[in-house]
């Protein structure tokens, strides 16, 4: 996990190096707060996943970043979103797949399955788990020792309406994962670019049967949460929308409508932070309603 700290275009950012845990390893949070932060009024939280990618293109490993504090700095400015400040969760690296795999869904899967998708690799040199499924103690993580920090040592509404959690491809299904197993917890979610396919293949995949059994099952109630998902066409993103359909189909079935619930298409958009950093004020202004 590489050293430096980023460094905002707007706002202020507070770096906590190896943030410890009971239920995973320790890793750097970044609390970013917007310009005129103060004590003497309180934020909304947004809790988002690949911390290290969210903030300072110039330290991420592939020169992108999601710009989210120029996104939510502008929005804030324009009074389109409510006061909010930004929880950039570092993913583990190596970890990252088996801490961001919806770990009810994997324990659906037969015997066979699951030996098949530990075997499986990201590239000849790399396997895709590192590790057994660590998502449950993930979000454990997140919301009995790094949610009780940030409530304590910084000026928040600590209430589910407050409180959301957004992320993309892996990230896009935790946060899906987070706010079905949390519901108390979190208010919404924004899952961009989800990773339906869990793997990189689409035939004789058993996965995304599995996630849509899940959410059939588990979705929070419409009337107290909103949901956000996008895709876009290409690359990775191009295996996305028949999944994204079938989800779609879901939601309308659990009761979810305008009000709570977004879909959106972007043709010719690839699976990349340059891509999600041009629509993330699209979920933020749907979920951070003022």
């Not at 004590?39 to 690949?50: C, E, G």
């Not at 801490?99 to 590239?123: I, W």
């Not at 305008?258 to 950093?277: C, I, M, P, Q």
Request: with cysteine.
């Amino acid at each position: 996990m590489w050293a430096q700290t980023p460094k905002p275009a707007k706002g202020s950012l507070t770096h906590i190096e190896n943030f410890p845990s009971q239920f995973v390893a320790p890793r750097h949070v970044d609390i970013w707060l917007p310009d005129g932060y103060t004590p003497r009024q309180k934020y909304a939280v947004l809790y988002m996943q690949d911390g290290q990618m969210l903030f300072d293109s110039t330290i991420t490993w592939n020169k992108q970043a999601w710009g989210a504090d120029e996104t939510v700095s502008a929005l804030m400015e324009a009074q389109k979103i409510k006061n909010t400040i930004i929880v950039g969760i570092w993913n583990g690296g190596k970890s990252r797949h088996a801490e961001y795999f919806p770990q009810k869904p994997f324990e659906s899967l037969t015997p066979y399955q699951k030996d098949t998708l530990f075997r499986a690799f990201r590239n000849k040199d790399t396997k895709l788990f590192n590790d057994t499924i660590q998502s449950d103690k993930y979000l454990k993580f997140v919301v009995t020792e790094l949610k009780p920090y940030i409530d304590k040592h910084f000026s928040t509404h600590k209430d589910r309406k407050n409180t959301f959690i957004a992320g993309s491809s892996m990230g896009g299904l935790i946060s899906m994962y987070a706010v079905c197993e949390y519901p108390k917890i979190f208010g919404g979610a924004a899952c961009l670019s989800t990773h339906w396919v869990g793997v990189f293949r689409t035939e004789n995949n058993p996965i995304p049967d599995a996630f849509m059994a899940y959410m059939q099952k588990h979705l929070p109630a419409p009337k107290t949460h909103k949901i956000y998902f996008d895709y876009g066409t290409a690359t990775l993103d191009a295996l996305y929308p028949p999944f994204q359909k079938r989800v779609d189909k879901i939601m309308q079935d659990k009761g979810f409508s305008a009000k709570n619930w977004l879909t959106k298409e972007f043709v010719g958009e690839d699976h990349s932070e340059r891509a999600w950093r041009k629509r993330l004020a699209i979920p933020l202004e749907f979920l951070l309603v003022p």
